[in-house]
């Protein structure tokens, strides 16, 4: 997966928005204004921090040398994912799986809010 790859399938989910509250450098994907993937995308290797349930981040760094501890993030709840060095597919759930997460946090308002057309 290419950077803009990358950065379609974080805009393709409803409601999510590009915002570089860090700089030009550094995309940042929020939806209702909660962040669920950080990346500089023009970075060498592509990575993206993304959230992930704190059980599930453990499992995933212990069988995959792409995840790390989320890096400048809180470690419990961040991963840090080499993006190239994993199968599209997978590196496509994860980030769907951290825009759950965060959805999944929202108040039930938002979250309703998020199913309308």
Known sequence: ???????????EFNAAVEEFPFGPETSVF????????????DGTPL?????????????????????APGWHMNKRH????????LPDRMVRELVEDSYDLVVAGLPRAERLRLDRP
């Open 78 to 85: 961040w991963n840090t994912v080499t993006v190239g060095d």
């Open 1 to 11: 997966m290419r950077a803009r790859e990358l950065r379609a399938l974080c805009l």
């Open 47 to 67: 990575t993206v921090n993304l959230k992930c349930d704190p059980d599930n981040a453990v499992r995933l760094r212990a069988e995959h040398p792409a995840i």
């Open 30 to 41: 929020k939806v209702l204004g909660k962040m669920f993937a950080l990346s500089a995308l």
